[in-house]
């Protein structure tokens, strides 16, 4: 099972951090992949990263701002969101895949986290 949390309401310009924990498995050779969805909104992917951590994708609306991360020892994957913008807002979803590649389309993904909302206020 996948676990997303640390979704808020945050101020544009701010910052959050989402974190994607692991359960009932050994997830180490996993990657992982957030995708978010707006209200009418097809679900976009953001950000990906391999097993190892050592190759990462983003979404050229995140570039820059955002930044994927993994700690395996305990894990966990993380989504910093720096210079957080109104369009950000979305629900923001982790998943799994056991192919250690960082696919940037939802149909690899196997295993699917329950979503936490961020919402950034203007």
């Known amino acids: 099972q996948l676990q997303a949390s640390g979704g808020g309401l945050v101020q544009a310009g701010g910052s959050l951090r989402l974190s994607c924990t692991a359960s009932?498995?050994?997830?180490?050779?996993?990657?992982v992949g957030w995708f978010r969805q707006a209200p009418g909104e097809e679900r976009e992917f953001v950000a990906a990263?391999?097993?190892?951590?050592?190759?990462?994708y983003y979404a050229d609306s995140v570039k820059g701002r955002f930044t994927i991360s993994r700690d395996n020892a305990k894990n966990t994957v993380y989504l910093q969101m720096n210079s957080l913008k109104p369009e950000d807002t979305a629900v923001y979803y982790c998943?799994?895949?056991?192919?250690?590649?960082?696919?940037?389309?939802?149909?690899?993904?196997?295993?699917w986290g329950q979503g936490t909302l961020v919402t950034v206020s203007s």
């Open positions: 009932g498995r050994t997830w180490t050779f996993y990657s």
């Open positions: 990263v391999t097993w190892s951590g050592g190759t990462t």
């Open positions: 998943a799994a895949n056991s192919n250690n590649y960082a696919y940037t389309i939802k149909q690899p993904y196997g295993y």
